[in-house]
């Protein structure tokens, strides 16, 4: 070998050795695309605030919905926990019921003419006339109470784990489980939800996301990352985004937080990518 062979060779040697140090950082900063890189190959979507709508800063939400005008939610804290009906334009309470002091109420949902309030670890629920708040009976579930919603046939409940379960209606028996998951594994922390669109909205405790459920296989579907929702001078004294409401007639989804003085009304360019859908329905009414 000549001494300019063995020079060109060393070059060589020397460029593929640099190329094997640097890989790791160039392969990094290309798959940085912020988000992309916590979440893999679940979509991370944004949002757009529509409108914002006052709400009362005292209110610990842990359940929200939406119907016909109104926001129905349930606040929780031992000695705070309320259900209410809420005008959305003033945040006026318009109808109050008080749980007793020592139930720490959570998720709401309305299905058909009642509406369900869960507590937490008391493992009791309380059905309510709609109309009237008057309380009709209670039912009881093992484990915590978090967040609640109805797909038309089935209630749906969360316990702040990864599993999601499905209750009926009539007499509140479990009729099936499901395990949420991304595509790290499962996904704890499910708590306040929204049935819309043949999706489980959860938002999940205590981030700033909510997570795009496809109820059929548990799966994580998409992300909605609502980082900054809260301008800096609402942000004192809230707690963790928590109550997501959807008005269907109008398309119109609403979130809000624990003690956040503000309800707001967003859009996310969403696809859940949900089997019959195709990403075409859910994700056309979002734009
Ligand atoms: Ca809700």
Redesign the pocket.
Known sequence: MSRDMWKQGGNAVWLIFLYLTLLPFLSWGQSDGGEGLNTGRTPVYHYRVIRSYPHDRRAFTQ???YERGFFYEGTGLHGHSTLRKVEPVSGRVLKEVKLAPYYFGE???IFGDRIAQLTWKSRVGFVYDKTSFDLLHRFSYPGEGW???YDGQRLIMSDGTSVLRFLSPRNYREISTLGVHDERGPVTGLN???YLQGAV?ANVWPTDRIAVIDPATGRITAWIDLKGLLGKTDVRGVDVLN????DARGDRLFVTGKLWPKVFEIRSAIRPHLPGTKGSKAAESFR
């Open positions: 359940g929200l919905v998720g709401i949902t967040g609640i919603t306040e939800l929204e909205y109550g997501i409401a959807y």
